[in-house]
């Protein structure tokens, strides 16, 4: 969680232990008393918005699209009727099957962009992920 989105005796744990060997605190707030650890960090996924401009334009340029991996989560069916060049199909509904391997079939180093059909099953993909993300 980013700064902000915690109570605020949370807030002041999470400050403190990071980088550092991880604590049981006890922390009281307006909700009573509670015993927090911070068991792991993660880095929050950076998400930003891909004009269609934009797109045609990565899409046009092979230099481009060679720092760049483009994954479609819309259905087969879905898919099968229209498709852009370059994208690899990885239908969120069947996440369970691919998501052991996210790492293996994408490189965490490369831009992505994912492609859906209203933006709400790409936003989801990147949630899921933890990566940086071009939806």
């Not at 980013?2 to 002041?12: N, T, V, W």
């Not at 650890?37 to 340029?61: D, F, P, R, T, W």
């Not at 989560?73 to 969120?92: A, D, I, M, N, T």
């Not at 069947?94 to 933006?119: F, M, N, R, Y």
């Amino acid at each position: 969680m980013s700064a902000g989105q915690l109570l605020p005796g949370f807030e002041s744990v999470f400050a403190q232990q990071q980088g550092t060997e991880r604590q049981l605190n006890r922390v009281t707030t307006a909700r009573g008393h509670h015993l927090v650890k911070v068991l792991e960090e993660k880095v929050e996924a950076e998400v930003q918005h891909m004009s269609v401009q934009k797109l045609q334009e990565v899409l046009g340029n092979p230099r481009l699209c060679e720092d760049v991996q483009f994954v479609d989560v819309r259905e087969q069916g879905e898919y099968q009727l229209s498709h852009l060049p370059r994208f690899k199909l990885l239908p969120l509904s069947e996440a369970s099957s691919w998501a052991p391997s996210i790492q293996e079939l994408l490189d965490s180093d490369k831009e992505t962009v994912i492609l859906c059909h209203h933006g709400v099953r790409s936003m989801q993909m990147a949630m899921v992920s933890g990566v940086g993300w071009q939806l």
